[in-house]
């Protein structure tokens, strides 16, 4: 699941660095991962999908997402 996370995040343009972080937020993977509620990874999912569609990028993040087998998706409870 963070794989392919990183992967949608390299399909969004328009990234840059802002103080320490990153606008968009960067996807939590990694140790983030772990230390992420269900909740945030849904927020930061929400974010990275509203960022591609006010940067053009929408169809091409849908496609990618169209293309994850089943066990690539993170679901509640997971």
Known sequence: MPQAW?????LLPGKSRVGAGW????PL???AWHGSTAM????????????????????????FLA???????FHLGD
């Open 29 to 31: 993977i990694l140790s």
């Open 23 to 26: 606008e968009p937020s960067l």
């Open 40 to 63: 945030a990874k849904g927020v930061r999912f929400l974010e990275h999908i509203e960022w591609a569609a006010s940067h053009g990028a929408l169809e091409e993040v849908r496609q």
């Open 6 to 10: 990183n992967r949608l995040y390299d």
């Open 67 to 73: 293309t994850l087998p089943e066990d690539q998706w």
